[in-house]
């Protein structure tokens, strides 16, 4: 958009799966799976199929003459990237440039629940491991040059800061390409609201519409945040194929249904469950989401907060409406992040490619729409998820121990793995 904003007063998103004519008048969809049209799919869950389709797009991406790598969380999309990478890196004509190690990296706060999950995976996996840690202040301070990179204002620059500043120094170590685990909430229904999913069809609906609007989020922040620090992301689970083969199975088989002992992405984990050659252990791919906002550091967040709640007033955001009547930010560190957007990107265009409403990770329409209670919360964060997210249960008991990890979501783990087993 910064190539455009100067010169022209009307530019919109070019939007995914579409092509431009000329010729033909225009914009024309060219890419037209079932999914995008919404209809409610009846294939039989077939974990093999699941499995090879996954292993096939990142088998794809190992496709490079460059020195490579894996972001990881240490949270079950980015670890099962980085087990079905290292399996199958050795036959790789990368391995035979680069080494059949993979590179796996790491960003979060001192004591965060990412740099402890990542580090446990990597060691599984015996992979070669970096961590970054930042400070509240250096993510602060990089917060301008983020949203001048990543172009929105929406709450996507809490995730995309560490994801720039990891970017920057995964560059540094001289790694061009880093495979990303984007792309399975949506996909899977992974995002903690699903758990109050009516049915299957509204169920598979809210899916679609997330992928639709990947290119706005989490497609967005992984590929301008990795782009801005001089890094190539590819995503295998966005691969279209693997998509098709998801999003054809039945609903039904996704919902989550805690009685069966299946959790958010029940089908996509057991498909990675083997207990002849398992690819991670138990407790890793049973654990439940974190926000990659959340994961890098809880205090990231509240840093975030009390940052802007010193930048701006609340008579500021009273009259919110008055400044930016379109797209109006409804907190002050939605206001912050708009006063900063508005600065590199005055115009009226510019600000409309920015999607509207909270619409990302565990607050959206549908969300409140499934349950009421949704609306009291103000925070996106996937820990703000009462009765969903185990972690934040033992969370004033850890603020006052001074400990940011707490160990409950492996107990939650345990249960959870002792239902499936019974159940399959």
Request: hydrophobic share 35%; aromatic share 10%.
């Amino acid at each position: 958009m910064k190539a455009v904003s100067d010169d022209c007063e009307r530019f919109t998103s070019f939007p995914p799966g579409h092509l431009y004519s000329s010729k033909q008048g225009g914009l024309r969809r060219w890419y037209n799976p079932q999914w995008v049209l919404e209809k409610i799919p009846s294939t039989p869950y077939d974990p093999i199929v699941l499995r090879e389709a996954f292993e096939k797009a990142v088998l794809m991406r190992l496709m490079t003459d460059v020195p490579f790598g894996v972001l990881l969380s240490g949270g079950l999309d980015s670890s099962l990237v980085a087990a079905v990478a290292c399996r199958y890196l050795a036959k790789s004509e990368a391995a035979r440039q680069w080494g059949s190690q993979l590179h796996t990296f790491c960003v979060g706060l001192e004591g965060s629940p990412d740099l402890k999950a990542a580090r446990e995976v990597a060691d599984y996996l015996g992979t070669h491991h970096h961590e970054l840690h930042f400070t509240v202040r250096e993510g602060i301070d990089a917060l301008e040059e983020v949203i001048y990179h990543i172009e929105t204002y929406v709450t996507t620059v809490r995730a995309s800061t560490p994801m720039f500043l990891m970017s920057r120094k995964i560059k540094s170590l001289g790694v061009k390409m880093v495979l990303f685990g984007e792309g399975s909430d949506e996909i899977f229904g992974g995002y903690l609201y699903f758990h109050k999913a009516p049915n299957k069809e509204k169920f598979h609906q809210e899916t679609c519409q997330k992928i639709k609007g990947l290119h706005l989020y989490d497609c967005l922040r992984a590929n301008k945040s990795a782009s801005a620090g001089g890094v190539e992301a590819r995503v295998p689970f966005l691969d279209k194929e693997f998509v098709k083969t998801a999003m054809d199975i039945d609903p039904e088989w996704k919902m989550i249904r805690p009685d069966l002992g299946r959790i958010e992405k029940w089908v996509l984990r057991k498909a990675f469950d083997d207990d002849q050659k398992p690819y991670l252990p138990k407790h890793i791919l049973y654990r439940q989401k974190e926000q990659f906002s959340d994961g890098v550091g809880y205090s990231w967040i509240e840093g975030l907060k009390d940052h802007a709640n010193k930048q701006v007033t609340d008579s500021m955001l009273m009259n919110a409406s008055f400044i930016y009547p379109e797209n109006t930010p409804t907190t002050k560190e939605g206001y912050y992040y708009r006063t900063i957007f508005e600065k590199y990107f005055p115009k009226n265009a510019a600000r409309s490619t920015v999607p509207g409403g909270p619409s990302v990770a565990c607050s959206t329409a549908k969300a409140v729409e499934w349950d009421a209670e949704w609306s009291k919360n103000p925070d996106l964060s996937g820990r703000a998820a009462l009765g969903i997210h185990t972690a934040v249960y033992e969370e004033s008991k850890d603020v006052k121990t001074g400990s940011l990890v707490s160990d409950s979501p492996q107990k939650l783990v345990k249960g959870v793995a002792e239902k499936v087993a019974a159940v399959v």
